[in-house]
């Protein structure tokens, strides 16, 4: 019964920490997109897209405070202080979180693999979308910013009643920033904007970038919007597609491409970590908890800072092994060593306190 009670107490208050971080993750990226929809009959779709890679960073938080805030409050109330003397509800404890940890793990499992990166590339198809007709439904004779690095300014436009996916425009005025970080100012006599393609002619282009800079006239040229709105595109090659877009890819395009590409396969054990990392995160808040209870300061603001704490280390352990996975062996030992350690640091406690407890 005693096992049963921890548990439901750690999903209650998991699921109620999961909705409030995935709504605040939700709001605060929505905040940096708001120039991009057109309505905000488009905000409701675009938040469920976005929802699974909000989980991505949700989860972990969530499932940590769980147990702080569950154990933490027991510890404050002094319902386990039978802790340190029974070692039936040690063991008790110690099952219902390894318990929880392990049902929290499939979950994150399936949206680390699957459910975000594909719903993360429909939602970014999605900006896209909504980003174009946005651009054909510009007023004329104002500066627009449909995106960030990117202004857009022309003196009129004609919409093709024949095709709808077409606009055309007259003086155009484009500002923009390349993936490459290099700035360029375009200017056109007429635009036409069809489908994916912006046509421009008669017209100039300058780079702004001081050591590569110059100036240029053309007759005709056409740019990519999706490259304009460094947007992800749909190209034939898929190869080069999921070699370059990592984080869209799912299971499946992983497990198959990892042989072949080196990113591919770095992409696959940083998952694989995060996953571990998932696992070990409400272990290492009862660790901690097991430091600040003792000194009575285990409150909820405590809690935030040590499993925010513990989330910003993992995420940039995971990270900063891409940097070192330029040799294969030393990526192995910085993504997997520090987990290893952690590992057995936990495991070595856990048999010092049941010798000396026992």
Known sequence: ???FYFLKRFYKNFFLFLLILIFILAFGDMLTR???LPSMSSIPKLIMLMLPLMGVFAVPIASSLAVFSVIGQSYQYNEVLMFHFLP???KVIYKSILIFSLSIV??????VFDFAPKSYLEGKEFILTVAKEHMSQLEPGKFHYPMANFVIYFKNKIN?????DKTKFFKVLLMFQDDDKQRYVMTAREGILDGDILYLKDGSMQNQNSPSSYFATFQQTQISIQKLLHQPSKVDEMKRFQARHLKFLAWKDLVSLKSKFPKVNMEFHARVARIIWQFLFPFLSFIILGIWGRLNFSNLVLGILGTGLLFLFSYLQVSLSKIF?????????FLYGTIFFISLTLFLIYLKRRETRT
């Open 1 to 3: 019964m005693l096992l």
């Open 34 to 36: 708001l120039t991009v």
């Open 88 to 90: 039936n509800l040690r």
């Open 106 to 111: 499939p979950l994150y499992a399936f949206l």
């Open 160 to 164: 093709d009643f024949n095709d709808e």
């Open 325 to 333: 996975w330029i040799n294969k062996l030393i990526g192995f030992l």
